[in-house]
């Protein structure tokens, strides 16, 4: 077997490893599981890093079990939270599970049938039939409450200010220990992947192997990830609208895309690495490229295609290059030419106002669509002093304050972009 611990070490994926976890690996085929919440019905791109270590592990000849939890999904992970997780009904759990499910199988073929082919479960499946008395009795009594007392994530909860934890947390770590046990003996699943705050729960489940077995049958692995950052110490996967999505109908193309192509020098570098499955020597070439000229971003623009391409398709990538160019060109050409549907990916986000069409029949001067009817500008003698200076556009041309707004100037029909200066950007709508 090739070295895949090696591997996620340079690419920086590697935080905590249980000693022979990487002999196991290089020895043979080794079956290994990762979970995910179903708290929505989508992934954010804080769930990039798990489900890229799955693909790492396929690619290097192991066989990925993904699971989705509908079991821990009812009681709530309590790790790395301050307060109790809101429960959600079957209903909203059901959607979301079925959800998830769509957005993994977009990234692992499920159907496939070589011996490493990936496997995609639902803890719910095992959790459903287990009575609470046999789970006291075969689990409980297993692990001690002192052993779970001890993890950081029961530690935090209970030292912490406000309500502390409630037993149904509490039990949270059993339950995915259980799924551990239960993958072992189905599946001779040994090693359980996730993030650096799941290190408490996963060596519960290691730990919860090893009493509910002997010899040979008692061996599992516990290895984590760093939690991703950026350099400035901000949370990653937000921007100013909120998560990024891993889902056109959450987070358009155009604006995943242009996520990962803003990002800065010091973090495109870190990323590049951990998001694209690039090999060593073309990063490294590409690092050098940049430090030569930063301005080009030739690191950030190969991220943003790389991971445009894995999380969406080559097709969306060209569109959504296509709609950057089109925004960011000083002439209109390209805005006119987008569909509808893409020309508004491109302006969410923009601030908006709407002003009726009977508005602009006859012509609405310039000022009063300035300050007036949109509020673009706080006063009208602050929209003449940015037209005296030359500063505002009207679909990327230049205008006085001569110009009055027509239904000549419409954009499909309905939309006008005014511009202010290089980067203040305000979008009309005409209804």
Same mark, same amino acid.
């Given at each position: 077997?090739k070295?895949?611990?090696?591997?996620?070490?340079?690419?920086?994926?590697?935080?905590?490893?249980?000693?022979?976890?990487?002999?196991?690996?290089?020895?043979?085929?080794?079956?290994?599981?990762?979970?995910?919440?179903p708290?929505s019905?989508?992934?954010?791109?804080?769930?990039?890093?798990?489900?890229?270590?799955l693909?790492?592990?396929?690619?290097?000849?192991?066989?990925?079990?993904?699971?989705v939890?509908?079991?821990?999904?009812?009681?709530?992970d309590?790790?790395?939270?301050?307060?109790?997780?809101?429960?959600?009904?079957?209903?909203t759990?059901?959607?979301n599970?079925?959800?998830?499910?769509?957005?993994?199988?977009?990234?692992?073929?499920?159907?496939?049938?070589?011996?490493n082919?990936p496997?995609?479960?639902?803890?719910?499946?095992?959790?459903?039939?287990?009575?609470f008395?046999?789970?006291?009795?075969?689990?409980?009594?297993r692990?001690?409450?002192?052993?779970?007392? *001890?993890?950081?994530?029961?530690?935090?909860?209970?030292?912490?200010?406000?309500?502390?934890?409630?037993?149904?947390?509490?039990?949270y770590?059993?339950i995915?220990?259980?799924?551990?046990?239960h993958?072992?003996?189905?599946?001779?699943c040994?090693?359980?992947?996730?993030?650096?705050?799941?290190?408490g729960?996963? @060596?519960?489940?290691?730990?919860?192997?090893?009493?509910?077995?002997?010899?040979?049958?008692?061996?599992?692995?516990?290895m984590?990830?760093?939690?991703?950052?950026?350099?400035?110490?901000s949370?990653?996967?937000?921007?100013?609208?909120?998560?990024?999505?891993? @889902?056109?109908?959450?987070?358009?193309?155009?604006?995943?895309?242009?996520f990962?192509?803003n990002?800065t020098?010091?973090?495109?570098?870190?990323?590049?690495?951990?998001? @694209?499955?690039?090999?060593?020597?073309?990063?490294?070439?590409?690092?050098?490229?940049?430090?030569?000229?930063p301005?080009?971003?030739?690191?950030?623009?190969?991220?943003?295609e790389?991971? @445009?391409?894995?999380?969406?398709s080559?097709?969306?990538?060209?569109? *959504?290059?296509? *709609?950057?160019?089109?925004?960011?060109?000083?002439?209109?050409?390209?805005?006119?030419?987008?569909?509808?549907?893409?020309?508004?990916?491109?302006?969410?986000?923009?601030?908006?106002?709407?002003?009726?069409?009977?508005?602009?029949e006859?012509g609405?001067?310039?000022?009063?669509?300035?300050?007036?009817?949109?509020?673009?500008?706080?006063?009208?003698?602050?929209?003449?002093?940015?037209?005296? *200076?030359?500063?505002?556009?009207?679909?990327?041309?230049?205008?006085?304050?001569?110009?009055?707004?027509s239904?000549?100037?419409?954009?499909?029909?309905?939309?006008v972009?005014l511009?202010?200066?290089?980067?203040?950007?305000?979008?009309?709508?005409?209804?």
């Amino acid at each position: 077997m090739k070295n895949i611990i090696s591997e996620l070490q340079w690419r920086g994926l590697v935080h905590d490893i249980m000693p022979g976890t990487e002999e196991q690996l290089l020895k043979e085929m080794t079956t290994t599981y990762i979970g995910f919440d179903p708290t929505s019905d989508s992934l954010h791109i804080g769930s990039l890093v798990p489900i890229i270590l799955l693909v790492h592990l396929k690619n290097f000849g192991h066989k990925p079990i993904a699971l989705v939890g509908g079991a821990t999904g009812m009681i709530g992970d309590p790790s790395g939270k301050s307060d109790e997780r809101n429960l959600l009904d079957e209903a909203t759990l059901n959607h979301n599970v079925e959800g998830i499910k769509g957005v993994l199988s977009r990234f692992l073929d499920f159907n496939e049938t070589t011996p490493n082919a990936p496997v995609l479960v639902n803890n719910y499946d095992w959790m459903k039939g287990l009575s609470f008395i046999n789970f006291a009795r075969d689990v409980g009594k297993r692990i001690t409450v002192n052993y779970m007392m *001890a993890k950081d994530s029961v530690k935090k909860r209970l030292s912490g200010e406000g309500e502390g934890m409630s037993f149904t947390e509490f039990t949270y770590q059993l339950i995915q220990g259980y799924d551990f046990y239960h993958l072992h003996k189905e599946y001779n699943c040994l090693l359980q992947m996730g993030g650096s705050d799941q290190w408490g729960n996963i @060596t519960t489940g290691t730990e919860l192997v090893r009493r509910m077995n002997v010899g040979e049958e008692a061996k599992a692995f516990a290895m984590t990830c760093p939690l991703i950052t950026k350099a400035d110490g901000s949370k990653f996967g937000k921007s100013e609208g909120g998560n990024v999505w891993l @889902t056109a109908d959450k987070t358009s193309v155009y604006k995943f895309y242009q996520f990962w192509l803003n990002t800065t020098d010091v973090d495109a570098e870190k990323y590049i690495k951990i998001f @694209t499955f690039l090999g060593k020597e073309e990063i490294d070439a590409l690092i050098e490229e940049h430090k030569v000229a930063p301005h080009l971003r030739v690191l950030q623009r190969k991220l943003a295609e790389e991971l @445009t391409v894995f999380v969406h398709s080559k097709e969306e990538l060209e569109k *959504a290059i296509e *709609a950057t160019a089109a925004f960011f060109n000083p002439k209109m050409d390209g805005l006119i030419k987008l569909d509808a549907k893409t020309f508004l990916e491109v302006i969410d986000g923009v601030p908006q106002a709407e002003i009726s069409k009977s508005d602009i029949e006859t012509g609405l001067d310039i000022i009063k669509v300035l300050n007036e009817k949109t509020g673009f500008f706080k006063s009208n003698g602050e929209a003449r002093r940015a037209l005296t *200076a030359n500063s505002i556009s009207v679909n990327k041309e230049k205008v006085t304050e001569e110009f009055a707004l027509s239904s000549k100037d419409l954009i499909n029909n309905q939309f006008v972009l005014l511009q202010s200066g290089k980067k203040n950007y305000f979008v009309i709508r005409v209804v």
